[in-house]
């Protein structure tokens, strides 16, 4: 083998072993939350705005109306019933992992509950794919 083909073969050896390294590297250690099941987020993300849309209520007395929606969490609303003690609970409003917004709904004719939040989850629509965090 002639020198130059040699130095020429060990050259693509270290950089294709370096690229291999570097992929492992990068999906490993960069990337740890690609393996986490999506649905999973979501139900953390459902628990954690559930948990904001009751200290809303303990603050005010009242849950945002559906019209106001999750966005209340946000920004103060304008229309009524407009919170005395509003908080800004969130600086923007998270998705779902499959980039939808999450559904809110204010259930039954009291402003004081009961709520229903959760992901529409992959096909974006109401259907029985729905996540709804843990009772």
């Given amino acids: 083998m002639k020198p130059a083909l040699r130095r020429t073969t060990w050259i693509v050896l270290v950089v294709v072993s370096g690229a291999i390294v570097a992929a492992a590297w990068y999906y490993y250690l960069i990337q740890p939350g690609l393996d986490y099941p999506r649905d999973t987020v979501a139900k953390a993300d459902v628990t954690s705005l559930t948990t904001q849309l009751n200290v809303y209520m303990k603050l005010n007395g009242f849950y945002p109306t559906t019209e106001q929606g999750l966005a209340a969490l946000v920004t103060k609303p304008q229309s ?34 009961p709520i229903d939040v959760y992901s529409r989850g992959p096909d974006g629509i109401d259907s029985s794919d729905d996540i709804r965090a843990a009772p």
């Fill in 80 to 113: 009524a019933p407009i919170p005395e003690h509003w908080i800004q609970h969130f600086r923007d409003l998270p998705r779902d992992p499959w980039r939808h917004d999450y559904v809110y709904r204010l259930l039954g004719a009291l402003e004081s509950g």
